[in-house]
């Protein structure tokens, strides 16, 4: 017969949760891993306290996340070829928009393709961990002028902008890249 103190204690508590979590699963101590009935295996620290219920919520294990190790590579090995970079935006532009002549439905798609096609072969210089970003500019040639600017928040001793600036009779057209250094 049960006594009172029995009957009166609530069900799934705490100790009731990590029972049943422990009859369903076993944690391998020599590989530091936790595995249950199925065999999957899920990383769990135990090195600060031990294995609480929060491993299981409602009877169902918790999606543990996966960390990657950082690499602490906190400079480049080689640094970002500006002059190279500004000969490839000059090749470019001049290849494809020598001959052009200003048309504003056709220019977002042609400024878009070259800026596709500097990214493409700047990539092919750029050393590794570097980020490239490309714009292209395309603006009809009139009586005026036109100035472009732009704000980043880089490293100033790692991250590198090359610009080219092209005009033909009808059209003026900049291409900048951005290398930005990711550690």
Avoid at 18 to 42: I, M, P, V, Y
Avoid at 113 to 122: S, Y
Avoid at 164 to 169: C, L
Wanted: positive net charge; aromatic residues 10%; contains cysteine.
């Amino acid at each position: 017969m049960a006594d009172s103190s029995q009957l009166n204690r609530p069900r799934h508590s705490q100790a009731h949760l990590w029972k049943d979590a422990a009859r369903r699963a076993h944690f391998n101590q020599k590989e530091g891993l936790f595995k249950d009935s199925t065999a999957r295996r899920h990383s769990v620290d135990f090195s600060s306290s031990p294995p609480s219920s929060d491993l299981y919520l409602f009877g169902r294990r918790r999606r543990t996340v996966a960390q990657v190790e950082n690499t602490y590579q906190l400079s480049p090995d080689d640094i970002f070829p500006v002059m190279k970079v500004e000969r490839i935006i000059k090749e470019v532009l001049e290849e494809h928009l020598e001959k052009t002549v200003y048309n504003s439905i056709q220019m977002g798609i042609i400024s878009r393709a070259t800026a596709d096609i500097i990214k493409l072969k700047v990539k092919e210089v750029t050393p590794p961990r570097f980020k490239i970003i490309t714009w292209t500019v395309i603006t009809e040639k009139k009586d005026n002028s036109i100035r472009t600017a732009s704000k980043c928040l880089w490293d100033t001793q790692f991250d590198r902008s090359a610009t080219y600036v092209f005009e033909n009779a009808t059209l003026y057209a900049a291409g900048m890249v951005f290398a930005v250094y990711l550690d």
